[in-house]
């Protein structure tokens, strides 16, 4: 059955209020053309969580469209910090459940696998578990090994209503591959209720039962199917594109202030009906074909 | 003629040094990397270096912005993900050494990525943890990398990210933890920590620098060993490996 559809229509079966699980990793595969298609659509009171912050989720925080994130912290590497969920942070307007990467990502992991909790060795004895104690009352536990009788701090899974992943290609029954390190998707994806896959491009299914072994995302966990080239701009798709370094920096400098992120906002999301009309905003074919990746070297 | 160098080249040697063949060691970017990748071309030739987003021994070619960046995956043995890194080895305790830096440290060696300011008044919010925490908790040891400054060293820190020996002696272990930091490299001394206490302790001293220079540009007074040597300077092919080889445009050492 084929899931295809149009990037309005994925982002239209978003209720307000959701809990979204996204794909992004400071500023690779970042969901980005989703979270401008969020912006637009004026969807609100979004809960965001990624075992590290990355550009798509500044970005939702920044439109306002986010009340709550759980994250492990995150950066856009050497181009910044996350200046949005920072100042969301900061000013209390957010409310941040802040882990490590690996708590974030086994929390998915008992979700993805329908356990009721899962022990973990990380955040013992740091201000996170005693801020997240502080914050959430009920997300963390101290047990006994019933084996040992060891103490062990348990985290509560993260079953997440929407997983958005971008990924290199999928076909479109939504059976997706992702080339180069995963991160958290393949838990993301396996701990929420359902996914939207964005795929930089639609392969036949044939191709997919060819190499079976390269499926990451099985078809079965898909609602939706998106093909958009380019779809994590300005941010890279591994064998696919690099990032643009010039448009990272531009947002960079907009975030420094609400009233200059509005205007990017203006400019770069409200101010473009499309993806489509966004990528040509951003200079088109000319500026997006330099950044096609080397087929060796994957950038 | 002695051998020009400076002190982030200094550091990047000192902390290649503090890594044996065979071992495995999670990195993060910037001086780590260019100390692993030293090690690894020098005296380390089968060590595995790691990055927690599912990277395995990376050959790269050209320098990345951070770990998000396909330069720093390029020619790894392993693309896979943070189950497989800092799960099954990492959480494991398959990690012998873990590489991290920081915005403040404390005499126990807790690390702070967090914020700055007082947590329940006025603060700024930085980066936070990754894989740090994940890294100081369960590696058998850790090495803090970290420029030498007063603000930096702190006898108190705004936020305990990453643990070290906690409020020291057996803190940690009480804490449910294994490992701790082993040494804190800086730009003017390598410290260790006091088998017992726990307590920061000068070990050796940068040429160039005197003790008081690095007491007096600490937060806190460290102990201090009776007889401290200076820190081996590096030697000629180390600094032409980091400037020719691994960091030839300075991405890295800044």
Not at chain 1, 172 to 189: F, K
Not at chain 1, 258 to 270: G, I, K, M, N
Not at chain 2, 64 to 90: E, K, Y
Not at chain 2, 128 to 157: F, V
Request: proline residues 6%; glycine residues 10%.
């Amino acid at each position: 059955m084929t899931k295809l559809t149009t990037l309005a229509e994925a982002v239209g079966s978003i209720p307000s209020g959701a809990h979204l699980a996204l794909s992004g990793f400071a500023i690779s595969r970042c969901t980005m053309a989703f979270a401008r298609e969020v912006i637009r659509q004026g969807i609100r009171g979004l809960t965001i969580s990624q075992c590290v912050g990355a550009m798509d989720m500044d970005l939702l925080v920044g439109a306002g469209a986010v009340d709550r994130v759980i994250y492990g912290g995150g950066s856009l590497d050497r181009f910044g910090r996350l200046t949005c969920v920072n100042r969301g942070i900061e000013s209390g307007g957010l409310q941040a459940e802040e882990y490590s990467s690996l708590s974030v990502t086994f929390r998915y992991l008992a979700g993805s696998l329908g356990l009721p909790f899962i022990p973990i060795r990380s955040l013992r004895g740091s201000d996170l578990i005693k801020r997240i104690e502080e914050q959430t009352g009920s997300d963390v536990a101290t047990i006994t090994d019933p084996f040992s009788g060891e103490s062990w701090l348990t985290l509560k899974p993260l079953l997440p209503d929407v997983a958005v992943v971008q990924v290199q290609c999928a076909d479109q029954e939504g059976n997706a591959r992702i080339l180069g390190p995963r991160w958290d998707n393949p838990e993301q994806v396996r701990a929420s209720k359902r996914t939207i896959v964005i795929a930089e491009e639609i392969i036949s299914n044939d191709a997919i039962r060819q190499n079976p072994e390269q499926t990451v995302i099985p078809g079965l966990l898909v609602s939706h199917v998106v093909e958009l080239p380019f779809a994590a701009h300005p941010t890279s798709v591994y064998r696919a594109y690099d990032y643009d370094a010039r448009q990272i920096e531009n947002y960079v400098q907009a975030a420094r202030t609400p009233d200059t992120f509005r205007a990017y906002l203006d400019h770069l999301v409200y101010g473009v009906k499309d993806h489509q009309e966004y990528l040509k905003r951003v200079g088109g074919i000319d500026r997006l074909d330099p950044l096609r990746a080397d087929p060796t070297l994957g950038y | 003629m002695e051998l020009d160098y400076t002190p982030s080249e200094l550091m990047a040697v000192a902390g290649a040094r503090e890594l044996q063949d065979r071992e495995v060691v999670a990195v993060g970017l910037g001086l780590p990397v260019v100390a692993s990748f030293l090690a690894k071309q020098t005296h380390a030739p089968n060590m595995t270096i790691l990055f927690e987003l599912g990277v395995i021994d990376p050959e790269p070619v050209d320098c990345g912005v951070g770990l998000a960046d396909p330069r720093v995956w390029h020619r790894a043995t392993v693309l896979s993900s943070f189950v497989d890194i800092l799960g099954a080895i990492l959480h494991k305790g398959l990690v012998d050494v873990g590489f991290l830096g920081g915005l403040e440290t404390d005499p126990y060696g807790n690390l702070n990525t967090t914020l700055l300011g007082d947590p329940r008044a006025t603060f700024r919010h930085m980066v936070g943890s990754g894989g740090a925490n994940d890294i100081a908790s369960c590696a058998r040891r850790t090495i803090i990398i970290m420029r030498h400054e007063a603000r930096k060293l702190k006898p108190a820190i705004s936020f305990v990210t990453s643990p070290g020996y906690l409020a020291g002696g057996d803190s940690r272990e009480r804490a449910g933890l294994h490992g701790g930091p082993s040494r804190v490299i800086t730009d003017k001394a390598i410290f260790g920590f006091h088998p017992e206490t726990r307590q920061m302790t000068v070990l050796s001293i940068h040429p160039g620098n005197t003790l008081d220079d690095v007491l007096g540009t600490m937060g806190f007074a460290p102990a201090v060993l009776q007889h401290v040597p200076y820190t081996q300077p590096p030697t000629r092919e180390q600094v032409r490996l980091i400037r020719e080889v691994i960091d030839p445009q300075g991405m890295y050492m800044g």
